[in-house]
């Protein structure tokens, strides 16, 4: 080996070789700080562009949970209105029954037939009242309503189901007496409007319980897309911690060894002595 103050070949090497250990221990250290193995494109930019897809798709699901959250809300109030409804139906369908007695006298005739209007008043109320952030499923105002189903855009539609009095066949041209034969007559109608009611009601239900099937469905979807990109760019804590004893130690022998070479000019000195 030439004996050189110049050039140093070992000094060089241990150099070369404590960069290497110091560059290896930060990418450790980085790994510890941010629990990432993978924290930008440059680590590893194909890894890094698939999770970073993933977890747009995965935060887009956010949007489509809020959406069917919505339309979970909006079908229970048309629920809880329909069973209102369905209940006055019952009540009005009690007041011709006792209306149809022909030994009644004219004013608890009157007193039944005014009951009637105003339980048939109360369910024209229930539906248009039965709304949720401004949109009813109920009231017969629209056909139907569309929920986002996935983060492409796609939907969830669910039909409405029209409980208001001319959904239900209750107009008031439709359900008048004046007499206890109109009234005995009407039991039939209300009888029809009541299965109606039910039949819609089963309905809101079906689609209700879809709602809720396909909202556990996002929620796992978005879980094993989470877990997903843990698994691309997650640090392993435990691998980590060990490697990062192994470097310290690596680094501490490779300061030891820069500095015993650099300590090799120092014998040249020894060739002048006399």
Same mark, same amino acid.
């Not at 209102?84 to 009157?110: G, H, P, Q, R």
């Not at 107009?171 to 009611?197: G, R």
């Given at each position: ?20 250990? &110091? ?6 250290? #980085? ?26 798709? #995965?935060?887009?699901? &956010? /949007? ?16 809880? /209105? ?8 019952? !009540?009005? !369908?009690? !007041?011709v029954l006792a209306a149809s007695d022909t030994s009644l006298n004219t004013a608890s005739f009157n007193a039944l037939n005014a009951d009637f209007v105003s339980l048939r008043n109360q369910i024209q109320k229930?539906?248009? &009242? ?30 409405? $189901? ?10 008031? @041209? ?6 206890? /034969? ?5 039991? /039939? ?55 990062? $004893? #192994? ?9 030891? @060894?820069? #500095?015993? @070479?650099? $300590? ?11």
């Amino acid at each position: 080996m030439l004996n050189s103050i110049n050039t140093n070949p070992g000094a060089m090497v241990a150099l070369q070789n404590l960069n290497s250990t &110091n560059t290896e221990l930060a990418t450790t250290q #980085s790994r510890i700080n941010t629990g990432k193995k993978v924290g930008s494109a440059k680590d590893n930019g194909a890894i890094w562009s698939m999770a970073k897809m993933q977890t747009a798709s #995965s935060s887009s699901l &956010n /949007a489509v949970k809020d959406s069917l959250s919505r339309g979970q809300s909006t079908i229970d109030v048309a629920l809880a /209105a329909g069973d209102t409804i369905t209940d006055l139906i019952s !009540k009005m !369908k009690e !007041k011709v029954l006792a209306a149809s007695d022909t030994s009644l006298n004219t004013a608890s005739f009157n007193a039944l037939n005014a009951d009637f209007v105003s339980l048939r008043n109360q369910i024209q109320k229930a539906a248009e &009242n039965s709304k949720f952030n401004g949109v009813s499923l109920a009231d017969g105002t629209t056909t139907q309503l569309a929920f986002l189903a996935n983060s492409d855009g796609g939907n969830f539609t669910v039909a409405a $189901q029209d409980l208001s009095l001319t959904g239900l066949g209750l107009t008031s @041209a439709a359900t008048t007496f004046t007499n206890a /034969a109109e009234a005995k007559s009407l039991i /039939a109608t209300l009888t029809s409007a009541l299965q109606t009611a039910t039949n819609k009601l089963s309905s809101l239900g079906t689609a209700s319980t879809g709602l809720d099937t396909h909202l556990t469905f996002v929620g796992k979807l978005q879980d094993s897309l989470d877990a997903g990109v843990g698994n691309l760019v997650d640090a392993d804590l435990a691998k980590e911690s060990a490697k990062l $004893q #192994s470097l310290q130690t690596k680094q501490q022998l490779g300061v030891q @060894a820069l #500095s015993i @070479a650099n $300590q090799t000019p120092q014998s040249i000195l020894s060739l002048f002595k006399g």
